[in-house]
């Protein structure tokens, strides 16, 4: 978010963990209709998480995280910089869950819409970033901060956020109209600014950004001609960076995670046209190691897909996200871990129509995974997993 069978989860009912995979489901608090996009764990004690709650109550839920017919998935519809137009026009309302080391409870923050992207380096510092604005915890409160806004937009329509989890913190948009246009923000230590970026053809697109420090943030992108490369900040400019060459006629990098600044990872899935016209979605995932970006080798047994998330436990790497692809009639949760020549196929932690959207390692040993189960009426039931 295997290629074994899944089962559609009955409507409204919860999904079961599968026999024997090594994660057991993790007991949440009642969210409705929901998903859950992001996760941090500071220690092991303490964990946070962001997410979604379908806002509309109309069950579309499961249709704006899955995607549709022309391609490739969609998680965010409308992003307006106005925080009060935001709270009205919404698809998800913002979800911010807590960890204690005992139990997960839902705590109250500001509405900035899902909450996509949430970073922590203590307790007591955690940001998070919505649709419509970021949200940061100082161990008292949670306070938003609205985007800076752009001449001419009344809305950010595809907001990508990250931060190092300390004070740093990026965002990028891209806005399509007759002409594709990209735009990035900083946090400045009060507010968030504009910064110029490198000029782009005009249809480029700006998938996602990860910020390793202040003189080391990612951005992936995909150029007029839906091939894959990167941007990235060294504190005084930007410089392009060439993808490696891919066996796929387009691709999309929704997702880039910082292990170390020699030790990056950019996944989601590589797209090809079937001759039926439909988008075929292939898992992709590509590794930088502080010279070059290079593609991993994933295994057939996973031919179909998008990586979400990776992560590292205890000197292990595993990656999730789903078996998704527009043609298929169902998709699943997918699970990989390396196996030191490839991304090999792993038992899924949910059966049923569902995602992995995140993974974040736990301090002394162990994975925690978040994401959602689709039910069979529209709406989702958010999921959550632990791994030992």
């Given at each position: 978010?295997?290629?074994?069978?899944?089962?559609?989860?009955?409507?409204?009912a919860?999904?079961?963990?599968?026999?024997?995979?090594?994660?057991?489901?993790?007991?949440?608090?009642d969210?409705?209709?929901?998903?859950l996009?992001?996760?941090?764990a500071?220690?092991?004690?303490?964990?946070?998480?962001?997410?979604?709650?379908?806002?509309?109550?109309?069950?579309?839920?499961?249709?704006?995280?899955?995607?549709?017919?022309?391609?490739?998935?969609?998680?965010?519809?409308?992003?307006?910089?106005?925080?009060?137009?935001?709270?009205?026009?919404?698809?998800?309302?913002?979800?911010?869950?807590?960890?204690?080391?005992?139990?997960?409870?839902?705590?109250?923050?500001?509405?900035?819409?899902?909450?996509?992207?949430?970073?922590?380096?203590?307790?007591?510092?955690?940001?998070?970033?919505?649709e419509?604005?970021?949200l940061?915890?100082?161990?008292?409160?949670?306070?938003?901060?609205?985007?800076?806004?752009?001449?001419?937009?009344?809305s950010?329509?595809?907001?990508?956020?990250?931060?190092?989890?300390?004070?740093?913190?990026?965002?990028?948009?891209?806005?399509?109209?007759?002409?594709?246009?990209?735009?990035?923000?900083?946090?400045?230590?009060?507010?968030?600014?504009?910064?110029?970026?490198?000029?782009?053809?005009?249809?480029?697109?700006?998938?996602?950004?990860?910020?390793?420090?202040?003189?080391d943030?990612?951005?992936?992108?995909?150029?007029?001609?839906?091939?894959?490369?990167?941007?990235?900040?060294?504190?005084?400019?930007?410089?392009?960076?060439?993808?490696?060459?891919i066996?796929?006629?387009g691709?999309?990098?929704?997702?880039?995670?910082?292990?170390?600044?020699?030790?990056?990872?950019?996944?989601?899935?590589?797209?090809?046209?079937?001759?039926?016209?439909?988008d075929?979605?292939?898992?992709?995932?590509?590794?930088w190691?502080?010279?070059?970006?290079?593609?991993?080798?994933?295994?057939?047994?996973?031919?179909?897909?998008?990586?979400?998330?990776?992560?590292a436990?205890?000197?292990?790497?595993?990656?999730?996200?789903?078996?998704s692809?527009p043609?298929?009639?169902?998709?699943g949760?997918?699970?990989?871990?390396w196996?030191?020549?490839?991304?090999?196929?792993?038992?899924?932690?949910?059966?049923?129509?569902?995602?992995?959207?995140?993974?974040?390692?736990?301090?002394?040993?162990g994975?925690?995974?978040?994401?959602?189960?689709?039910?069979?009426?529209?709406?989702?039931?958010?999921?959550?997993?632990?791994?030992?």
């Amino acid at each position: 978010m295997s290629l074994s069978p899944v089962m559609v989860a009955p409507a409204g009912a919860t999904a079961k963990p599968t026999e024997s995979s090594g994660w057991k489901q993790v007991a949440l608090p009642d969210l409705g209709s929901a998903t859950l996009f992001s996760i941090t764990a500071p220690d092991r004690d303490h964990a946070w998480v962001g997410g979604g709650v379908d806002a509309n109550g109309n069950r579309n839920a499961s249709a704006a995280v899955r995607g549709d017919r022309a391609g490739l998935p969609r998680l965010r519809t409308r992003s307006p910089n106005d925080t009060a137009q935001c709270n009205t026009n919404e698809v998800f309302s913002s979800a911010v869950l807590r960890f204690n080391g005992v139990k997960w409870t839902r705590v109250t923050v500001p509405d900035v819409g899902g909450v996509g992207s949430i970073a922590s380096v203590s307790p007591d510092n955690v940001w998070a970033g919505g649709e419509c604005g970021s949200l940061h915890w100082d161990g008292r409160s949670w306070t938003a901060t609205p985007y800076a806004p752009i001449p001419g937009l009344s809305s950010l329509t595809n907001v990508h956020f990250s931060s190092d989890g300390r004070a740093d913190a990026w965002i990028v948009d891209t806005e399509f109209g007759d002409t594709v246009k990209n735009y990035a923000e900083r946090w400045d230590g009060s507010a968030w600014r504009t910064v110029a970026l490198p000029e782009l053809d005009d249809e480029t697109i700006l998938w996602s950004i990860s910020v390793v420090g202040p003189d080391d943030t990612w951005i992936s992108g995909a150029d007029a001609g839906n091939q894959p490369f990167f941007l990235h900040w060294d504190g005084r400019s930007w410089r392009r960076e060439a993808a490696p060459q891919i066996d796929h006629q387009g691709a999309y990098l929704p997702s880039m995670h910082v292990l170390a600044p020699n030790d990056i990872w950019a996944s989601g899935t590589g797209v090809d046209k079937g001759a039926d016209g439909w988008d075929i979605f292939s898992p992709l995932i590509m590794h930088w190691d502080g010279h070059r970006w290079t593609n991993t080798p994933i295994s057939a047994k996973q031919p179909n897909g998008v990586i979400y998330d990776v992560t590292a436990d205890r000197g292990h790497l595993w990656a999730a996200g789903n078996t998704s692809s527009p043609g298929l009639p169902s998709y699943g949760m997918a699970v990989l871990n390396w196996t030191g020549s490839e991304w090999s196929a792993d038992p899924t932690p949910i059966t049923g129509e569902g995602t992995v959207n995140a993974l974040a390692s736990i301090a002394g040993g162990g994975l925690w995974g978040v994401g959602y189960a689709a039910n069979t009426d529209g709406t989702l039931t958010p999921v959550m997993v632990r791994h030992e």
